[in-house]
């Protein structure tokens, strides 16, 4: 087993997975639960112990101010992005966000930025990886929306670095698809890949040439999914129940959940079926019942599912390729299963969609393909390459606030561009740099990535200085910044303060502070190891009782030993792992002759004339022995 | 001669050098290039080159990967384009067309006027009456009105200033030919006169401008027929 085992994650709005390559092919790498999905829930227990996936999905509508899920929309933005997302989810932010701060939601009385969230939900995917492979496991490459802009990827890496894990490479989701649908198939041609998931919606199209995946044009929405859906119809329910039944749940919490729950299952029903039923109960034990056919509900989505005819349409363009020219479609994410989805896909590219590959699992699998790659490859993945794009042009703000694009979008990454200032008055030692993601003219409609300044500029007439900025965005679609004072050769001094990102100080500490829960995880683990080692040594009590080495112990002796043990007995049931351990090692203690006589009698009846094979060594020294350390993982 | 990128005996990675995109793959300054082959080549350095395969080198070599992998991109995305591939070699060759336009729209902001464009003469009177149109449709669809006749009027103008586009396009690159030939008699030691590589290069610059114009008229036509 390699040391450095480099696992593939799919970090889900809804569901996420860990997969890695075994021999030839990916496969997804299951929890203990034995689900391969992991709900991406994350909810804080009555112990403010974090609590992940479907075991966190009871906590949405027990107790639905300690849970959230979803959390991948609010990941790299600021508090006035998600002003319209807080209207459908049930998101509680904390109460003393400043304007600019990196957001924090309120789980419980403790507060969580998203990337903290991620992290959990990612440490989740590590523990079950390190639990398959018997090793640790601190090397992943993590997929992301081809349409996440800077602030989104340098969230969702600091998430990998808060959880221990070091992301060696964030890919696009719909790419990696292509690659698993690539390595399957082994064939050249263009493919376009329509990733309608949770809470994100991609269209990319690549060409595929003897093992290079040359993304060629993407396009999406960010927020656009399945989550859009339920959002829907449960503002419908709570119509319907306000209007029918003269109850106003939209700020009850569980109702909410129930109701969620309930158009969850119905739209999963009506993929398959021509009608569902919702059937919830209600607080003061009244029910929600409504009939839904599959017409009624196609009506519905159509303005949600329409909304990705755009940006496929922009694809096509950019691509300079007409429906016609896609020799493939591969369909991912959840949401693809809805038939509306697939008869609008066909379509728009007049051509039947895959649907083969599982929409749920394939992307992890080509993380774990990518992972297999950035690891020195496979006879599987030998030729492999992907050359993927930046999904948003790159600018800096002009003269009266005009962006000007240094790197245009659908470039292939790594891709750079350098720009000359140069200083306004006599002795100018600051320019200001604003740098922006985005395709609009005017700075004010694209997305701020970060504003800095070109520090330390030797004094010279205005005009004189010439200072080179060397944009450089790296293959993971995360921007760097580098300056010189070409005059000078003086290398200028760069702070990049990101607009919506964590500095590094606070990536830090949330380290430290996952290590300190790390601390309570190994709390946790003691008390469990210490209970496990306690039942064994219970267990060769008993056994030891029964054997003849027990009746030539004195009554006494037979007395403490019965106070020992329910000692142990008392105490095995509590949280307190040095207690349990304490009166273990005093049972060990007080059973030692028992032990010695077990061992005599084992032998005797050896020196009795029988091999060590005949002699009847059930209760003896190969049994489980009082005094044997137990041996735990 | 093509720049070195990695150590031809052990294959590792080298720190980028300095060179323009046409000395990276090892091109003339030419402007007639064999598109297939560019492509061939520039996945055969990305092979070598992409930080994807690097992954497992020291840290130096990474960041050199990175380096050189952003500058194999930035000069294939630079020289595949026929039109970018043109507006690089003038820049080589000291024509700022870029701080031409910027400047034209710095003066014009702080003169708070609208950007002049320098509509070719030849055009003058179509766009002229074009843009009339294009004022017109705007207003109607402001009311919620649609002309079918103007709708198609403009429609084929849209299609005619297409083919204008598709010909000056043509137009350059037989001036594309014209350069090469200079540059070739140039290597075969034929001094070239600073008057004649004046007149070639604004021609093109010329083409390019007209090009540009005639684009941006589409966009706006686009624009207004998809409002």
Known sequence: MSPDRIVGIDLGTTNSLVAFMQGESPVVIPGDDGS???????????????????????????????AV?????????????????????????????????????????????????????LRQLKRNAERFFGAPVSKAVVTVPAYFNDAQRQSTKDAGRIAGLEVLRLVNEPTAA?????????????????????????????????????????????????????????????????GDLGLDLRRNGEAVQAIRNAVIEAKIALSSQPSAKLDVELPGGKRYLREITRVQFEQLIQPIIDRTVGPCKQALKDAGLKPEQIDEIVLVGGSTRIPKVRALVKELFHREPHTDLNPDEVVALGAAVQANILGGGSEATENMLL????????????????????????????????????????????????????????????????RFDLKGIPPMA?????????????????????????????????????????????????????????????????????????????AALDKGKKSPAWGRLTTDEKKKIAKMEKALIAVKTEDDYQAIRKAIDALNQGTTRLAELMMDSAVSTALKGKTMDEADMGEGPTAPHPVAKAEFE | ????????????????????????????????????????????????????????????????????????????????????????????????????????????????????????????????????????????KKMGEDDPALIEEIGRQKLELEEKQEALLRELQDRWDMWDGMIQREQNGQPISEEERRQERDKMVDLLNRRNYIRNLVRDVNEVLEA
């Open chain 1, 36 to 66: 391969n999905l992991v709900p991406s829930v994350v909810a804080l227990d009555e112990k403010n112990q974090p609590v992940i996936g479907n075991a966190a999905r009871k906590h949405l509508t027990e107790t639905p101010e300690r």
């Open chain 1, 69 to 121: 899920y979803s959390i991948k929309r609010l990941m790299g933005r600021g508090v006035d992005d998600v002003q319209k997302e807080l209207k459908f989810f049930p998101f509680r932010l904390a109460e003393d966000l400043q304007p600019g701060e990196v957001l924090r939601i309120k789980l419980g009385d403790k507060t969580f930025t998203p990337p903290e969230i991620s992290a959990l939900i």
């Open chain 1, 178 to 242: 292509s690659l698993a649908y690539g390595l399957d198939k082994k064939r050249n041609g263009i493919v376009a890949v329509y990733d309608l998931g949770g809470g994100t919606f991609d269209i990319s199209i690549l060409k595929l040439l003897d093992g290079i995946f040359e993304v060629i044009a993407t396009n999406g929405d960010t927020h656009l999914g399945g989550d859009d859906i339920d959002n829907l119809l449960i503002t419908i329910a709570l119509d319907d129940t306000l």
């Open chain 1, 387 to 450: 050359l993927d794009v930046t999904p948003l042009s790159l600018g800096i703000e002009v003269a009266g606030g005009v962006t000007d694009k240094i790197i245009l979008r659908n470039s292939t990454v790594p891709a750079s561009a350098t720009q000359h200032y140069t200083t306004q008055v006599d002795g100018q030692a600051n320019v200001a740099i604003h740098v922006l993601q985005g395709e609009r003219e005017l700075a004010k409609d694209c997305r701020s990535l970060a």
């Open chain 1, 462 to 538: 205005a005009g004189i200085a010439r200072i080179e900025v060397k944009f450089l965005i790296d293959a993971n679609g995360i921007l760097h910044v580098s300056a010189r004072e070409q005059r000078s050769g003086k290398e200028s001094e760069i702070q990049v303060q990101p607009s919506y990102g964590l500095t590094d100080e606070q990536v830090e500490s949330m380290i430290l502070d996952s290590f300190d829960s790390a601390e309570e995880d190994f709390r946790q683990r003691q008390v469990i190891e210490a209970r496990n080692e306690a039942a064994t040594i219970l």
């Open chain 2, 1 to 140: 001669m093509r720049a070195v990128h990695f150590c031809e005996a052990c294959g590792k990675v080298q720190p980028p050098a300095p060179v323009d995109y046409f000395t990276f793959f090892g091109l003339p300054r030419k402007l007639n290039l064999d598109v297939a082959a560019l492509e061939k080549d520039f996945y055969e350095l990305s092979r070598k080159l992409h930080p994807d395969l690097n992954a497992r080198a020291g840290s130096q070599e990474q960041e050199w990967s990175l380096q050189q992998s952003s500058l194999l991109n930035d000069a294939y995305r630079a020289l595949k384009n026929p039109i970018k591939r043109t507006q690089y070699l003038l820049k080589l060759e000291g024509v700022e067309l870029e701080e031409q336009s910027k400047s034209a729209t710095e003066q014009a902001r702080s003169s708070g006027q609208l950007k002049k464009q320098i509509v070719p003469p030849d055009l003058l009177e179509e766009v002229f009456e074009l843009n009339m149109q294009l004022e017109e449709l705007r207003m109607q």
